[in-house]
C-alpha cells in the first residue's frame, strides 16, 4: 500500500519562486540533475527541470482538498503530469485550476482552500512529523515503517529494501 504524504520541501520560497541557481549551489545542481536524468532516462522518462524552483504550498493545498473530496489519486497524478511532463508552474493557481479539472475536482472550491490556506497547519504538520523522522528532501520512502529511502534512487535499491522485508523480486516465483 502507498500512502502519499505531503512535504513542503522549500517553506521559504516566495509565492513568485526563485531562480534555481539563487538557492542551489551550481556544482550540486549539475550533479543533481545528472541523477535525476540518468535514473529517468533508464525508465524511458524525460522530465522537464525548471529553472525556477515554486512555491509548492498552493500545489500540496490543491491536492489534499482532492483528497478530501476523493479525487486525491487522480489529482495527484495531473499535478506530476503537469509539473514533469509539461513544465507548467504549479504555484500559478490558473494553472491549478485547469490541473483540478482535468481531475475532475472542484476548481472553485479548491481555489477557496488555498486562499484560506485550509490545509496550511496540516502541511506544517506533516512536515514537523517528516524532520523528526530526518526526512529532508523529496522523493522519502519509509517501508515497511523501518526503512528510509531517500531522494531519486535506482529500482534495484527499491528491489533490495523490499526482498529484506520479504516482498519477492517482481518477475520471480514466490514458490
Known amino acids: 500500500m502507498v500512502d502519499w504524504v505531503p512535504f513542503e520541501l522549500h517553506p ?104 484560506a490556506n485550509r490545509f496550511g497547519d496540516y502541511l506544517d504538520a506533516r512536515r514537523a512529523e517528516a524532520e523528526e523522522l530526518m526526512i529532508n528532501g523529496i522523493p522519502a520512502h519509509v517501508i515497511a515503517d523501518r526503512y528510509l529511502v531517500m531522494g531519486a534512487q535506482p529500482y534495484e535499491l527499491f528491489e533490495r529494501v523490499l526482498a529484506k522485508v520479504g516482498v519477492p523480486k517482481r518477475g520471480s516465483d514466490p514458490a
Do not use: C, K
Request: hydrophobic share 40%; charged share 30%; aromatic share 6%.
Open 12 to 115: 521559504e520560497i516566495p509565492a513568485e519562486g526563485r531562480l534555481r541557481d539563487e538557492v542551489l549551489p551550481p556544482a550540486y545542481r549539475a550533479r543533481a540533475e545528472e541523477g535525476v536524468n540518468r535514473l529517468a532516462a533508464q525508465v524511458g522518462l524525460q522530465l522537464r527541470l525548471h529553472d525556477r524552483l515554486i512555491n509548492s504550498r498552493p500545489a500540496l493545498q490543491a491536492a489534499e482538498f482532492a483528497r478530501q473530496h476523493g479525487r486525491f489519486e487522480q489529482m495527484h497524478h495531473d499535478l506530476f503530469r503537469a509539473y514533469w511532463d509539461e513544465g507548467r508552474d504549479l504555484s500559478d493557481i490558473a494553472v491549478l485550476r485547469e490541473v483540478a479539472g482535468r481531475a475532475g475536482v472542484d476548481a472553485g472550491g479548491m481555489e477557496a482552500a488555498i486562499t
